[in-house]
């Protein structure tokens, strides 16, 4: 298994921007997945957005349009810039890595992904 640490998290405005990183420690393999999910008190972790090693890349709708997912693989840092930011984008944001041949898909639980980072608090202010 590999290790991942996010950070870049904080507080922000309402139609602020924020980047956060995960750099993922290890192994990644040739082939996998990397996702970002989020999770608010009281409700389960939801899928964000997600890129493969093909890098093709997926996003729910609610995200489409203000957050982009990227990969410096030399790096093995992953990243997701998140522009627009809503108050409804208030979260805890983690990071996951799966290993295998999947194709990006950011509101599934089907891709088993094994390995999770702690997690970092983003807070939009309205």
């Known amino acids: 298994e590999v290790q991942l640490v996010e950070s870049g998290g904080g507080s922000v405005q309402a139609g602020g921007s924020l980047k956060l990183t995960c750099v993922v420690s290890?192994?990644?393999?040739?082939?996998?997945?990397l996702g970002w999910f989020r999770q608010v008190p009281g409700k389960g972790r939801a899928g964000v957005a997600a890129?493969?090693?093909?890098?093709?890349?997926d996003y729910i709708d609610s995200v489409k349009g203000r957050f982009t997912v990227s990969i410096d693989v030399a790096k093995n840092t992953l990243y997701l810039q998140m522009n627009s930011l809503k108050s409804d984008d208030t979260a805890i944001y983690f990071c996951a890595h799966a290993p295998g041949n999947y194709y990006a898909d950011a509101d599934t639980r089907l891709i088993p992904y094994k390995s999770w980072g702690q997690g970092t608090q983003v807070t939009v202010s309205s």
């Open positions: 290890g192994d990644m393999g040739g082939r996998y997945c």
């Open positions: 890129i493969d090693s093909h890098g093709g890349t």
